[in-house]
Nanobody, 125 residues
Framework: HVQLVESGGGSVQAGGSLRLSCAVS????????MGWFRQVPGKEREGVAVINRRGTTRYADFVTGRFTISQDHAKKTLFLQMNSLRTEDTAMYYC????????????????????WGQGTQVTVS
């Protein structure tokens, strides 16, 4: 049973930075695609960034150049470095993992992700 636990959220001023982490347990993260999604109340959960086991990444247009997704297989941890934060980045951020498989390109549709963390709140003012 895959478990995902996010950390690193908080409050920051516009232009600042935060680094989110997601600890993976219950399965070898090497066989999963991982991703970060975010959601604000009343809106659909949207993809932010995804990564496959080889390190291929895909980003939403609204974070390209500002956010960086990375992973440490040895530590079974996923990261999201967020720079130049904007007020519109305020949201609950969720870590997600796909079912085990081979993904030449990491999927971006949230329906492709089977496992979700509880989320960590990011507030930019």
């Amino acid at each position: 049973h895959v478990q995902l636990v996010e950390s690193g959220g908080g409050s920051v001023q516009a232009g600042g930075s935060l680094r989110l982490s997601c600890a993976v347990s219950g399965y070898d993260a090497l066989y999963l695609c991982m991703g970060w999604f975010r959601q604000v109340p009343g809106k659909e959960r949207e993809g932010v960034a995804v990564i496959n086991r080889r390190g291929t990444t895909r980003y939403a247009d609204f974070v390209t150049g500002r956010f960086t997704i990375s992973q440490d297989h040895a530590k079974k941890t996923l990261f999201l470095q967020m720079n130049s934060l904007r007020t519109e980045d305020t949201a609950m951020y969720y870590c997600a993992a796909t079912p085990p498989g081979i993904y030449p390109r990491p999927p971006r549709n949230k329906a492709d992700f089977a496992h979700w963390g509880q989320g960590t709140q990011v507030t930019v003012s």
